[in-house]
């Protein structure tokens, strides 16, 4: 099983929406949403899984962006037990023990604030929920059993220019290993990163990030930049250099690749000749990887069984 973690920013529930609508997720890919914004995509994406019988796990008490702060947010919903969407909580030093007194499908064990009491990690360990746990040998030791590993997959470097440079980075090979490692499900945060800020920052280069599967089955991810990077503006030229390069290597290596609806999306910008904005690109790359990981899960090493054609 695999649990991708979303920070549940607009075009990552989007994508989420695009991925159920065109029947492309695996019931074995069971995404986390960690609510940031009080909106009303959110609640959209909760429903739409529900009447769709598609597994999701909401977070009730998130530790990072704005939804925490509200007292009575606008846009609310609410889980009922045995649907296909759940509750999950993040356990932390400071609320521990209120979630010991919460039961929830799904524990998230928060690395930056880790629970250091042995015996409450006892206890956790006696709880039916399946625990999401940092790759630390203390968790590993008390959760022997229904546990998930997340790993912060993906790197961003200091400059987003910096990826002109280093054009291909490792991903993950926790698909397949997990099992062999006394997992029931590995998750990671896609093709973002752990850290996480309200605020959007100015990028000087535009990057498209398109994970792949290499000839050993191990996730890399392709990072495709532009190239007038000297200055701030002209983002659509930019879009369209960094595009021209995923259309090369995506027709040149089209026979070892799995070939998704998300990276239709992006190419079929080049023929529109339109620049869709950063959170559209964002979207359809998370599809793209959402695909990717469906196709593992389902076919296993036949995963090309789900590949598109470029040219439909």
Known sequence: MYYPYLRGKQFDLLALNEAVNRKLLSKKVQPIIEPVKDSATIKKTILLFQQKNQPLYVIQNPQVGQYRLFEEPVHTWSLLENQAVQSARIVTEENAIDSLNRNAPLYIFDAAQPVSSTSTLQKFAGLEGKKLIPDQSRFRIWFPENK???????HLPKRSSDYWFKSDD???????????????????YTID?????????????IVLHLTYF?????????????????????????????????????????????????????LNYQILQKFPGLGSIKKWSLLHHLELISAYLEEGEHWRNRSKSLDE
């Open 148 to 154: 998930i590993i997340i790993n912060d997959a993906f």
């Open 193 to 205: 990163e752990s850290f996480y800020s309200d605020k959007g920052f100015p990028s000087v280069a």
């Open 214 to 266: 290499d000839a050993y089955g191990n996730i890399r991810i392709k990072h495709f930049s532009s190239d007038s990077n000297d200055t701030w503006g002209n983002q659509s030229e930019k879009f369209f250099e960094a595009l021209t390069k995923l259309s090369v290597w995506t027709r040149k290596h089209a026979d070892q690749l799995l070939i998704t609806e998300g990276m239709k999306e992006l």
């Open 170 to 188: 490792f991903y993950s090979d926790h698909h397949l290993y997990y099992q062999e490692d006394g997992f029931s499900g590995f998750s990671d």
